[in-house]
């Protein structure tokens, strides 16, 4: 059995209200089956592991792989994309990009990109967005395979309101997510997702066989948009006028449930927050692309009935790969609302929280023994500006904090993935091969 150590500051959460740092810890990784075998104080473990093989970190902080639960991979060209609401935003910018994906080329070159991305950001998992196209998800499911990365897509189901070359068919979209769930859900570290766009692109009876073949796949995920600007619930409400809600919509064809992810949720009605917490629907809140195209404030505390909320970077509606960016936003989304969001709520969230929001908690999410051996090492020194604010930090809560407001992929130093390095900063690579 091999065995490698990490030693340096360490934070994860057994849950919510339950912290576990240690100033001096330890992680030990079983390299065979690239998962945690321990992790505490330092002195307290190496007891048990003499002879370890220990590397050391300064000025860090180790911490779970990030999980982001709504990302677009096609959209890395969309970021930044000037001067437009939703649906302006998808007819202008969105769509003619993704029609570039019917050649598989564009799809393997854009997958690569977005995966060494999302590693140089810490983020080891996410809930991901292909195109209309099905040689998109089988593109990046190969990407993901040979990263090891655990990692959930689907198809986009669309067949109306999109340029041609977007839409399919019922049939050809049930055929299409049915052969990519029996190749890709449940092989090594991948999991599919059924991926309606959103009612405005899909005819009743496409919703209807999303809802089908969601019933018929026991374990798969479902992801869709909800409720994100007002001239797309108004269009809702115009093709659907006997739901009573946008949620309704996708609730009347059996798309609601413990695995089904609805990004934004801005403009939800009353009764749509107790539907979903009946049902067990998540939400995935996504600050920098509600700000950045002009949706709406996410309410993240004054919810009429709780709802599981989890965050996201809706990339590229979204403007940053980086988690730390992204709570930076919620952050600041909080404060326009007059509310707050505590550093250990945001880092909760982006590692057991968001694990949790997508089933995956006995998997990923924190360093209990046993799980898989994703995770991050922050340099709390990433920046100049960042060393200056931490070298004044008093309390584990003010490190976090700036960490999170003046952090980004500058912050990561190493990205580990079942044991095996993936990024290294200093090294300036990413790696596929697990031999850095
Ligand atoms: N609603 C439907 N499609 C999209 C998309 O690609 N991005 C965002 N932000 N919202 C959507
Ligand atoms: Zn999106």
């Known amino acids: 059995m091999t065995y490698q150590g990490y030693r340096g500051a360490l934070l994860h959460y057994l849950d919510e209200q339950t912290p576990e740092y240690f100033a001096d810890g330890l992680l030990v990784i079983n390299q065979h089956t ?7 104080d330092a002195q307290t473990v190496l007891a048990d592991f003499p002879g370890l093989a220990v590397r ?22 969309v970021i930044a994309s000037y001067g437009a609401q939703l649906l302006d935003w998808l007819n202008n910018y969105t769509f003619p990009t993704e029609l570039n994906f019917s050649d598989p080329a564009v799809a393997e070159d854009a997958a690569e990109f977005f995966l060494d991305e999302l590693l140089k950001n810490g983020t080891t998992t996410a809930l991901v967005f292909g195109t209309v196209h099905k040689g998109s998800v089988d593109a990046f499911f190969s990407a993901s395979e040979k990263r090891n990365t655990r990692m959930i897509c689907g198809k986009v189901m669309m067949d109306r309101n999109a340029p041609e070359g977007l839409c399919d068919t019922v049939a050809s979209s049930v055929a299409d997510t049915q052969a990519l ?31 089908r073949l969601l019933a018929d796949n026991p374990g798969v995920y479902m992801q869709t948009h909800l409720a994100e600007n007002k001239d797309e619930v108004a269009f809702v409400r115009e093709l ?25 949720c801005i403009y939800l009605e009353d009764d749509d927050y107790r539907r979903m917490n ?17 949706s709406g404030l996410f309410k993240l505390d004054d919810q009429p009935y709780p709802v599981e909320v989890s965050v996201a970077t809706d990339v590229g509606g979204g403007t940053s790969f980086s988690m730390l960016q992204t709570l930076h ?45 994703d995770f991050v090492v922050f340099d709390l020194q990433g920046t100049d500006l960042m060393k200056r604010r931490q070298s004044i930090c008093k309390t584990l809560d003010e490190s976090l904090f700036s960490l999170m407001i003046l952090g980004d992929d500058r912050a990561v130093a190493e990205t580990y993935v079942a044991g095996r390095q993936v990024w290294s900063k200093e090294k300036n690579t990413t790696n596929q091969a697990g031999d850095l």
């Open 34 to 40: 690239g998962t945690v075998e321990r992790c505490g």
């Open 329 to 373: 936003e919620a952050y600041k989304v909080c404060q326009l609302r007059g509310s707050n969001l505590p550093a250990q709520r945001a880092f909760y969230m982006m590692t057991l929280g968001n694990a949790k929001a997508l089933s995956l908690d006995d998997k990923i999410g924190n360093f209990a023994t046993g799980k898989e051996a």
């Open 56 to 77: 050391q970190y300064d000025n860090a902080l180790l911490m779970p792989g990030l999980i982001d639960t709504h990302i677009h991979y096609p959209q890395v060209d």
């Open 240 to 264: 659907f006028p006997d739901s009573k809600s946008y949620l309704d919509v996708y609730d009347q064809y059996g798309l609601l449930g413990e695995r089904s992810v609805f990004a934004h």
């Open 181 to 211: 769930i029996d190749r890709w859900h449940g092989n090594g570290r991948q999991l599919y997702a059924i991926t309606p766009r959103f009612a405005i692109t899909s005819t009743p009876e496409q919703l209807a066989a999303a809802g």
């Open 278 to 294: 009946e049902s067990g629907s998540k939400i995935s809140f996504c600050p920098t692309s509600n700000l950045f195209i002009g």
